[in-house]
């Protein structure tokens, strides 16, 4: 059984940095990708950042690209949302998930950690 657990989120104010994890087990995760999303209430949740296990490869939305990165350490089979330079519309739950490198869908995820971002 897949299970993601998200740690790391908290307050902080504009112009700091927090750094998520998601702590991963109930398999190999060779052949996934890992993603970063968040959700703000009464909006539609939004991609942040993903990485493929194997290449360590990464993608980011544009809003968070060259604030935001993501890596993998395989030895704690963790993968983190290193966020810098944090603004206010950062604030929202993140969200971490995975899905097969085969499949377009995320279909397992975390139960989300909430960041704040005082102004």
């Known amino acids: 059984q897949v299970q993601l657990v998200e740690a790391g989120g908290g307050l902080v104010q504009a112009g700091g940095s927090l750094n998520l994890s998601c702590a991963a087990s109930g398999r190999t995760f060779s052949n996934y990708y890992m993603g970063w999303f968040r959700q703000v209430p009464g909006k539609e949740r939004e991609f942040v950042a993903s990485i493929m296990w194997s290449a360590g490869s990464a993608n980011y939305a544009g809003s968070v690209n060259a604030r935001f990165t993501v890596s993998r350490d395989n030895a704690k089979n963790t993968v983190y949302l290193q966020m810098n330079s944090l603004k206010p519309e950062d604030t929202a739950v993140y969200y971490c998930?995975?899905?097969?490198?085969?499949?377009?869908?995320?279909?397992?995820w975390g139960q989300g950690t909430q960041v704040t971002v005082s102004s």
């Open positions: 998930a995975a899905r097969l490198i085969t499949q377009l869908k995320y279909n397992y």
